[in-house]
């Protein structure tokens, strides 16, 4: 019989890097030859990784590989929430080995040494506990999703202790720690990294871009390397991955954090003859230490050569009547409007063209969002060298600042980019970055403006780009290959990058496409499914349909939760078309068929038609 285990295992013994499509309608078993080719890959160095956007998925897989396939629960590791790994470690059957292990001399001895607060961390797990077991009762939901935070919250902060400790010990100690099997419950990815028998990850696309922790740094799918990566449901991941590329945490208010990092570090720390100082990695530190001069000399650089008195100055006021003006960066740049800055006792002044003494603002943009990106490496290199000087140096340069907990909170970081020959193209290899003046409509100072910074430091492409370039990366997907504009990956962009990145995008063969056949003719001759098509009549056409017309109109033109009337109709006209497709269900007959699956694209408007009561035409129904 043929399976798509044939199509997988065909690009898997290349063993190369790259990205490969697997096309084909649902159905046809391309989730099931996952688990045929984890199932038989006894042998194979590279182990797996399945991305779905659906928890049910994940179980789904979980539960067909440990029941089905008999594979053990070694060698398949479940990626959960922090709350989840939580609940398992501390489970009747853990229960005694977690608590061994919490109150165990090694672990006492470092939290002694790092001074952590160990009878918080007992309390907190005794929380834990009495929360399980009353959830497991309670069958309110409001209380239950009220509990479920708490718990989520206590969790992250037992893994931090114990983040904390991993991220310490010497190099003995951490071969002993990782492979503890509490330590690879609380930690899903180090059983999965260190434990040999481990085959196969399952997580969410949500986790695997936020992060997770491998034993020493939080990391990423971006990250990981020399794995075979299915991406399940391929095509709705885009829109996932963008929602949280969009809701990532970044650096608000770039100029203040520049200023506050140049002032500590030229002002306060660099005058030390030795900063910072570390027994951990010396070579590494010294290296720190090059690097903050660097950023610090480059930042000088912009008044002592170029005459632009930042971050001395860093208030900006105008005069200008349009206060509208942006500025939008990839690694190129748009401006709606040109944009001058000229220095003035207090401020920089913002003019709208160029003049005697006047500079170019994206000069000063430039070098800020250079130096911003800086000092976020620089930070998160620290924090995998030595958590105490991380800690030290963000209250060093922003004490007392939402700075220092926006740079705790960024995982995703401005990542390097090759020449691309188009903006689309730069946009879809870097991101972009948003200056827009904002008007702060001050009594005091009038003329006072800020100029507000929005990014996205990456893009699903690039996270694509990412994966496929160091592991070999398969998306399942039934509509791939149809062309489109939103909601989808750049096919073309990502085949070009990967190219010029010596990673392979592997083509559709006519191997693949005789499966793909093959396995269609199957399902056909199994299911003896028989299409047929027929299409419905303009709604007036059907008994009572001009009356739905006529209220359709009412409800658009009254009723804001309708979305309101376009001036096309547009939108009424697509509902329209739904309700005479139930009319053409129901007066033709179809009615007697036990299920109707319809595709639309207008769902707010029909849900807020059935869900309003208000708006109801009892007549009509």
Known sequence: MTEY???YRRIIETELNGFKLALGGTGLGKTRGIRKIIETSHESERKFIYVANRIQLLNEMYDDLIGKYKLSKNEVVHLERNRDTLI??????????????????????????LGLDFVSIERTCKQIEHIVDFLETENDFEITQMMD?????????????????LRNVVDSDYKILVKNPIIQ????????????????????????????????????????????????EFDFLEPDLLQLICNAPQIEDPFIFVELFHRAMKRHKLPLDEYPISKKDES????????????????????????????????????????????????????????????????????????????????????????????????????SIDQTIYTEMLNHCFPQSYLADQVRRIAQLPQSYREQYTRFGALLDSGFGLYEIQDLQQVTDQ???????????????????????????????????????????????????????????????????????????????????????????????????????????????????????????YRRSRVEKFFALLFEIVQSGMKNYETHLLFYTTFSQIEFIFSQPKAHDKNLW
Do not use: C
């Open 5 to 7: 285990a044939d199509y």
């Open 185 to 232: 419950i609380i930690f899903p990815y180090i059983a999965f990294k260190y434990n040999d028998e481990a085959k196969v990850l399952l997580l969410t696309i949500h986790k695997g871009f936020l992060g997770f922790f491998d034993g020493k740094y939080n990391i990423n799918l971006t990250r990981v390397k020399k794995n075979i990566i299915f991406l399940d």
């Open 88 to 113: 398992n470690a501390l489970s009747s059957t853990n229960r005694d080995e977690f608590y061994k292990l919490l109150t165990s001399e090694g672990i006492q001895h470092y939290t002694n040494k």
């Open 284 to 383: 590494k530190i010294t290296q720190i230490r090059e690097r903050l001069i660097d950023i610090v000399e480059k930042i000088d650089e912009l008044s002592e050569r170029d005459g632009i008195d930042f971050p001395t100055i860093n208030q900006f006021t105008t005069i200008i009547d349009d206060k509208q003006a942006a500025i939008f960066q990839t690694s190129r740049t748009i401006v709606k409007k040109p944009l001058f800055l000229r220095e003035t006792s207090r401020s920089f002044e913002i003019i709208p063209e160029n003049v005697a003494d006047s500079f170019n603002a994206m000069h000063l943009f430039n070098l800020v969002n250079w130096a911003t990106a800086q000092i976020l490496f620089l930070f998160k290199d620290i924090e």
């Open 447 to 569: 003329d006072e403006v800020k100029f507000r910074h929005y990014a996205i430091h990456t893009t699903p492409e690039k996270v694509i780009l990412s994966m496929a370039t160091n592991n070999l990366v398969f998306g399942l997907s039934a509509t791939a290959d149809i062309p489109r504009f939103v909601k989808h990956f750049n096919e073309a962009w990502l085949k070009r990058q990967l190219r010029d990145n010596d990673a392979n995008f592997f083509e559709i063969t006519q191997d693949d496409d005789n499966i793909i056949q093959r396995l269609n003719h199957e399902k056909i001759e199994k299911r003896k499914n028989k299409v047929t098509v027929s299409l419905a009549k303009d709604i007036s056409e059907y008994n009572d349909g001009q009356k739905f017309i006529d209220y359709i109109k009412t409800v658009a033109e009254h009723f804001a939760g309708f979305g309101k009337d376009d001036p096309g109709g």
């Open 149 to 165: 935070s708490n718990l989520e919250r206590l969790a992250r902060d037992v893994k931090n202790f114990f983040k904390l400790i």
